[in-house]
Structures are given as C-alpha cells and as structure tokens.
C-alpha cells in the first residue's frame, strides 16, 4: 500500500469504474496530483431470513402514524412512526412489534411536489440519524432535489430505542442476546422495505445514502433487495463481505493503519509524547489501576487509549484529543496538594464514547462482521497478538509512544465502563453465537444492476482500504471516488461537495475516467 502521509489534498481525485468481477479487467485509473513521501515503517448462501416486506390489503392501518409539518431555518420536516415487526423470519403476525422512526426532511415550499426519495442510513452501529437544525451540508444539497428520509435505525434514536435503562427490561443475558440478534442490518434492510413501500407512491424505488456503517446496510441492501433500489450512495462504508466472520480480518488490517494515525498525532503535537506517558503511569500507580469516573466507572491506561475511536480518524479529532490533554492535570492551589486529573478531563473522557447513551454499539459491534460463525472477542484476540505494542503502561515505562486505539470493543470495557456493567453477559453470549444469518450475497452483488458511486477515503481508519477494493470488485458497476482529501468524516465536514461528486458520478457530469 502507498503511504501518503502528505496534506489531504495531495491527492485529489482517484476515478474508477469497475464493469465486470476480475480486477485484471478493470479500466485504467486516471490519477491526478499523486505525490508520493516516504515514512519510516465464495459465494453467501441465499439469505433464507430475509423476507422483504409487501404492502398488502390487510396492513392494519396503524402500521404507519404520520405526524404534522413543522419547520426549522429553510426546511420542513413531518415526523413518521411504523410498526414492523422484531423478527421478520417468522409469522408477522406472531412476532412482537417494534416502532420504527424516520423524519422526511423537504425544503421550505416543497411539501406537496412530487419529489423523488433519498433514504439516509447513518454510520453506527447503534447511532441514530441526525436532527437537523437548519439547512446545512449535504441535506440542504439533497433536499434541492429529493424527498429526504432520515431514518433511526432499529434500537436507536426513537425507533424503540436500546438504552442502559431499557435493556434492563429483558431479565437475562440469554433473553437480552436474543433480542440484539434481531439488531442488524438484515432486518435495518427489512424495516426500509417496510417503510418504501407505504411511504413512496405507487412502492416506487429511492436512493439511499449510506455512510460508514449504514454503507454496510446499503451493501446489504444491494444484495437481498435491490427492486427497492435506484441509486446508492456510499460514503466510507463498503464492508469485507466473506463468509464466517471477518471481523479478525479488519482487525488485523485496521492496526497498521491505527499505529500510522498514532504516529502522525505525535509528530503533530510532540508535546504530548511526555503528557501521554505521564496520565499513563498516574493511572497504573493509582489504587485499583485507575481513577474514578464522574459515571461510576473507572479510567485506566487502556482505557485512556480508547480516546483513539474517535480522536484519530476524524477531521478534527487530533485537535480535540490535544486540547483535552493539554487540561489534563487540576492546578495547584495548594503547596504539598497531591496531583490529581482534572474533573474536566475525566466529563470529556466519557461524553466522547458515548456509551452511556448508545449501548448498542459496544454489544453489536463486532457481530456487523459476522455470516455463520462467532467473533470469541476478536479485537482482543487480535490485540494479544502483538500486546507489546500496544502495551501502555510497559510503553510508558520504556520511554515509547504509548499508541491509541481504535474502532474496536474489548470485554474489559464492560467492567470499566458504568453504562455497560450490566451487559457482560449478554456481550459474552453474542461473542460465542455462531448461527448469525448472512448479511450478503455475492453471487447477487457480482450482477448488480443499480447505480453504485461509492467515496472511499484513502487513510480511512475505520474501514480498510484494501479490504474495500477488494470488496469493491465484487459489486458490478460500482464506480469509486478514491481520494485522501477527506477522512472518515467527509460527508459530516464537506457533505455538499461529498453529495455533489458522488452525483455527477452517477448522472454523467463526472468522467468515467
């Protein structure tokens, strides 16, 4: 793999399109400003569970409850609630019910024309979709021409939402593990189907939007119901599709590129090479190997390295990883006081993670990688492969970088952190389950024939670069947008020109090469 550690434009634009399966038919790559620096270093089986869901005479007529329009600064929005079921492998009838949320999003003045639909799927798992407070980015973009439906995935946001309280409700780690089962994006796919068709006139096709973790569902989408489909929009979010579970795989591939983030944070902000080790050695010469959180929890060197998730693979994420460590420490008010961290760090330490308001993502991380066989805690594992490097307190003592991780859950999260305490169990059940139903279909994603543009940031740390191409050359006629002028946060901090670009693939205003 090129290493380019240059500012994010040096690369541009990459332009692919990839027609057919094999890579070694695939077109020439336009390439334009690369500049290069050197630095030191089978087939799914069919998807028997997933029955797409109809309209029919006997829907009830409390599947679909619409609210009244409001407004926010140039937009109008009308919120929606469906019943669908739990789990969509069984009589609909006899299955539970669960409601799903989603707003429609239209501009100031459009409310009755006859828009087409563009469903958004937000990045997670377990996060819900944004609130809009004006029209801004990419939804001001979208709403000059779409209908927009923001959707809250299964489990978050207002669609029976999965917090530390309501899972309380489920009285065992067996009941709670089966019900999270049905929390993926399998039946995230069911629930859209659900949706277009009572939504869209005459059950016409909408493009979607995904990002990051909701370009998974899109991937998804594409294999098990590609009717309800035309046009997908991908934006750092083409998942490892093989089968078993691949989530060693991305592990293994993700710790390369988390040690170069690591490596460029430090050479950025050298000072806190010094201030890491010493929070890191405070920590382990602390009684119990930590300092109490605001929560309840504790906070320990490895999980100061946590802070990685979200300070090394966003736009601005070194910049607040630097200012919360530059208040790291109280001051001295007294001569002789003892040193202590500072509240300040300890409240921005946890509203970072946010795992005190969306559980969901630490219990169904790792099964997003799962097709028929379990993940046994597959980051941990991973990690233990090569632990002395990313031991932190071993690190600290030999005068090392003490290295971050990243988009990755391990099971001593669940005894440090307070929201989670009570999940062990139900994380440990979901760890072992090897009957996971597929999440894709080769076969139908090597005959794809919706539109497909895809923007694939080059030093993504959260999804790999190699693993998307290889994915990539499996999706008949997708068309990538290959470029480091972004990372992982582009439609969040440039969604007008992310959207527009992977349009004008689509709709011939961008060269096929």
């Known amino acids: ?26 077109p020439l790559i336009h390439v334009t400003n690369l500049r290069y620096f050197n630095h030191p270093r089978t087939s799914a089986r069919r998807f028997t569970s997933m029955s797409v869901p109809t309209a029919t005479s006997g829907d009830s007529p409390k599947d679909h409850v619409a609210g009244d329009w409001f407004s926010v600064p140039e937009l109008r929005l009308r919120d929606h609630r469906f019943f669908v079921p739990l789990d969509y492998s069984t009589d609909p009838k006899a299955s539970s019910k669960i409601s799903i949320f989603a707003r429609e999003v239209v501009s100031v003045g459009k409310e009755e024309q006859p828009l087409p639909y563009l469903l958004f799927l937000q990045g997670g798992p377990g996060f819900e979709s944004p609130r809009p407070t004006e029209a801004s980015g990419w939804v001001r973009k979208a709403c000059e021409e779409y209908r927009v439906i923001l959707l809250d995935q299964r489990g978050t946001g ?39 068709v009572r939504l869209v006139p005459d059950a016409g096709r909408w493009t979607i939007l995904g990002q990051s973790y909701g370009g998974f569902c899109g991937v998804t989408y594409l294999s098990f119901a590609p009717q309800g489909l035309k046009q997908v929009l991908l934006t750092g979010g083409i998942p490892p599709i093989g089968n078993g579970c691949t989530a060693d795989i991305v592990y293994r591939a993700c710790f390369e590129q988390i040690i170069h983030q690591n490596e460029k944070y430090y050479k950025r902000y050298p000072q806190d090479t010094e201030i890491v080790r010493e929070v890191v050695n405070f920590l382990s010469e602390s009684e119990g190997g930590g300092v109490p959180l605001p ?26 990883l630097h200012y919360m460590f530059e208040r790291v420490w109280d001051p001295v008010l007294v001569p ?39 993940s046994q805690w597959s980051a941990h594992r991973v990690r233990a492969e090569d632990e002395g490097k990313f031991d932190a307190v071993q690190a600290a003592k030999e005068g090392r970088l003490v290295y971050f991780t990243g988009e990755m859950i391990f099971p001593w999260m669940f005894d440090e952190i307070h929201a989670l305490r009570q999940f062990i169990g139900a994380a440990n059940v979901l760890a072992e389950k090897e009957d996971w139903p597929p999440l894709y279909d080769i076969t139908a994603l090597n ?15 959260y999804v790999n670069f190699k693993l998307v191409m290889e994915t990539a050359s499996q999706i008949a006629g ?10 992982h946060s582009g439609l969040r901090d440039s969604g007008t020109q992310v959207f527009d670009h992977l349009m004008g693939m689509l709709d011939g205003k961008r060269p096929l090469f």
């Not at 997708?478 to 990372?487: A, D, H, Q, S, V």
């Open 447 to 461: 005959n794809n024939k919706v539109p497909v543009a895809a923007a694939v940031y080059y030093e993504d740390m």
């Open 478 to 487: 997708i068309r990538l947008w290959i470029t480091n002028e972004y990372m």
């Open 336 to 374: 002789g006081s003892p040193k202590q961290i500072s509240y300040y760090f300890l409240d921005a330490f946890e509203k970072w993670s946010s795992f005190d308001t969306n559980p969901l993502y630490a219990l169904m991380h790792e099964s997003i990688y799962c097709q028929g066989a379990p």
């Open 158 to 196: 207002l669609s029976t939402p999965l917090t530390p309280s309501s899972m309380l409700q489920l009285k065992s780690d067996v009941k709670l593990a089966d019900y999270l089962q049905h929390f993926r994006a399998n039946n995230i796919v069911n629930d859209a189907e659900f949706i277009r």
């Open 1 to 26: 793999m090129l290493a380019t550690h240059a500012q994010p434009a040096l690369i541009n634009s990459l332009l692919l399109r990839i027609p057919t399966l094999s890579l070694r038919t695939l």
């Open 295 to 320: 929560s309840g929890g504790i906070l320990t060197p490895k999980g100061l390295q946590t802070l990685g998730l979200s300070g090394l693979g966003s736009s601005t994420g070194f910049e607040r």
